[in-house]
T-cell receptor, first 112, second 112 residues
Framework: DQQVKQNSPSLSVQEGRISILNCDYT??????FLWYKKYPAEGPTFLIS?????DKNEDGRFTVFLNKSAKHLSLHIVPSQPGDSAVYFC???????????FGKGTLLTVNP | GAGVSQSPRYKVTKRGQDVALRCDPI?????LYWYRQALGQGPEFLTY????????KSGLPNDRFSAERPEGSISTLTIQRTEQRDSAMYRC??????????FGPGTRLTVL
């Protein structure tokens, strides 16, 4: 039973356009949501997070939107750059042990 | 370096051997987490520590897996009598706030 789902294994966009990565979750007890970016042969790198009491958080080119009623969040990257090409993981924190539950990831390719 | 480090980066062992994987967290980070990541999946929680206390080991697959963090800094994940199904990327993360976790590069374990 996957509590965090990233239904798109891959996404391809043109440089300069917007990239939208989606994530759905089932556990209403999650209190924080995080996005990580991962390049090959490296560990996941923290990108941006959002508390469950907010609906939007912005950091430069990256914005995360949270729709609690739909149990859905999305990461917007605008404008997309070739260096953004990586696997993006959605993660959720919940419960007293603070563990993160991850989705399977979405491979983003930004074409020049 | 200021990040999380893990050693070895690659470990090849024969079935039945014991292995010890090391994690050196970011200095001053109270919480330390171990995850396991299979190919094409997101990291899955194994166990976590606050200081030297193991707070949750619910993700450890069986009693061949154990972890310790005796002085509240470096942690070792030990797998006894390794099996081929233990082959995976083992990731360590540390956190100061309990929200954002910073990951190391991982140890790729291959059991022959």
């Amino acid at each position: 039973d996957q509590q965090v789902k990233q239904n798109s294994p891959s996404l391809s966009v043109q440089e300069g356009r917007i990239s939208i990565l989606n994530c759905d979750y089932t556990n209403s007890m999650f209190d924080y949501f995080l996005w990580y970016k991962k390049y090959p042969a490296e560990g996941p790198t923290f990108l941006i997070s959002i508390s469950s009491i907010k609906d939007k958080n912005e950091d430069g080119r990256f914005t995360v939107f949270l729709n609690k009623s739909a149990k859905h969040l999305s990461l917007h990257i605008v404008p997309s750059q070739p260096g953004d090409s990586a696997v993006y993981f959605c993660a959720a924190r919940g419960g007293s042990n603070y563990k993160l539950t991850f989705g399977k990831g979405t491979l983003l390719t930004v074409n020049p | 370096g200021a990040g999380v480090s893990q050693s070895p980066r690659y470990k090849v062992t024969k079935r039945g051997q014991d292995v010890a994987l090391r994690c050196d967290p970011i200095s001053g980070h109270v919480s330390l987490y171990w995850y396991r990541q299979a190919l094409g999946q997101g990291p899955e929680f194994l166990t976590y520590f606050n200081y030297e206390a193991q707070q949750d080991k619910s993700g450890l697959p069986n009693d061949r897996f154990s972890a310790e963090r005796p002085e509240g800094s470096i942690s070792t994940l030990t797998i006894q009598r390794t099996e081929q199904r233990d082959s995976a990327m083992y990731r360590c993360a540390s956190s100061q706030t309990g929200v954002t976790q910073y990951f190391g590069p991982g140890t790729r374990l291959t059991v022959l």
